[in-house]
């Protein structure tokens, strides 16, 4: 028996992400009274022996060439395979935009129950039971799975990554690998410094900025803070900030540690996406924008003579 | 080409949010239901335009729900579509609804369609085992979808931007922002829909692998603490200090 974290890596690069499912999934073996165990597809530029700090002793890695071309249908096989080698009983996965392909095909092909986007470890004193949001953040729910093998996606976020000692054992395994039915035939990266799904800080603009030409103000801002930038609906629909930078409903759904709204009126849709953030400030001239009942601090004023002000504080502060 | 499209009825964006029974189940009392945002604006809009380029397409659209997903299922039909399906048995768990869509899924349908995720459970795993379910490829985060012949030519959001891939149907996609634009039905629609059929069959037997066994709403904030505008230095200072988060 054993926890099972899928080590996910981007070209080959490790991401915050990956600490916290890894430390999530470590914790829950512990807990289980079991081991916790990496698996790792392909190939990695990073040292994978270090990850052993985040207290998974053991990493199973699969090298083969055909994983390179691998879609959601044949990686569900090669963890299927993996689950039955290793006698996993509990996957866990981050949850992003590649297990979330991966992680349903999983559940109906082995028929193993999966909680999409976990925010707590699971209570496991009676049963197996995982938190999550449920209604676009608007409440939770403690799902319990009944089969014998579990799955767990972990929102980015939601688990303080434990930092350790130690190295991991990596472990080659064999597994079968099919073809794939999808074929890849381009690539348009977005050049961004941080990720917007997993960013501890994001400072966003709505329409209270006027224009695209005043983006210095949330810029300059998100720098400093080491934050990821963002904006509400219209602003992407104007085309002022490219429509990946979109957080709300139909957007990207986000929950930072601190998100920073500048003249964003709240609007439910845009709530949809951010009410997930530990802490929310509100910065808008209008006393009546929704978004101040949903916020934990807030300045009434004008972004454009408040913000140059606050931007100069937190410069002094970083300094 | 046929076109199943899976529609969900959901909560209204903008309901509140109240459960029942000791909060084990979801309370419906004075909630407008509407189709989930994801499935009507950018899957049964897309296989809609679809059948606008090509008329030979059909588009039939299937729900998992009793009687009451009814006005949805119309209010879908209004939109577009040939005809709809009722398998009539609440929603269950993801793998539960997954299950009874491929049933109807698997007749012969070469392009199933689905939103992203459901703004009430936020899953956003029925797609995925519907795929699975039928052995099929899955397109997830569609942003964009053509049609040539049995080729499908997508764009689909990827970690760090966007992919192009292609696939031969029959194939699995869920849909998201960009895939189309969002439609109002028309009188002539709603009129049309009132006469399109609407077939209602009986679930297969089928065991959930989850279910939820309380829920919660979060802890009401303690409300704003307003910095005067004249001194916005004192915001950062809070932050740093206080909440201790920059």
Redesign the interface.
Known sequence: MSVLIYIEHAGGTFKKTTAEVLSYGAVLAEKMGTEAIGLLLGDTQEDISQLGKYGVKKIYQVKDAGLQQADNQSVTKVIADAIAQLKAEVVVFSNTITTKAIAPRLSAKLKAGLVAGAIAIPDVSNGFTVKKNVFSGKAFADVTINTDIKIITLNANAFTTIVGIGEAEIIPLTVTITASKIKVTGVQKIEDDISLADADIVVSGGRGLKGPENWALVEDLAKLLGAATACSRPVADAHWRPHHEHVGQTGVAIAPNLYIAIGISGAIQHLAGVNRSKVIVVINKDPEAPFFKAADYGIVGDAFEVMPKIIEAVRKLKN | MKILVCISKT?D??AK?A?TENNTAFSGDGVQWIIN??DE?YALVKAIELKEKDPTVTIHLVTVGLADADPIIRKALALGGDEAIRINVEKG???YT?VQLAEIAKSGYDLILTGKET???????????????L?A?????ATSLQVDGSTL?LQR????????????LPAVVSC???MAEARIPNMRGIMAARSKPLKVVEPIPAT???????????LV??G??????EN??E??????EE?K??
């Open positions: 909560p964006t903008t949010i459960f945002p994801y604006w768990d993801s793998y997954a703004i009430d459970y936020n899953n956003a795993a029925v797609g995925g085992m519907l795929a699975e379910l052995d490829p899955y397109i997830a985060l030519t959001e990827i970690e760090g931007g966007e992919e192009t891939v292609e696939v031969t998201q922002k960009g959930p692998l989850t279910q939820v066994a309380q829920y919660a709403l979060p904030k303690a704003v603490q307003l910095v005067s505008s916005p230095e915001l950062v200072r809070i932050l740093h909440a988060i920059i």
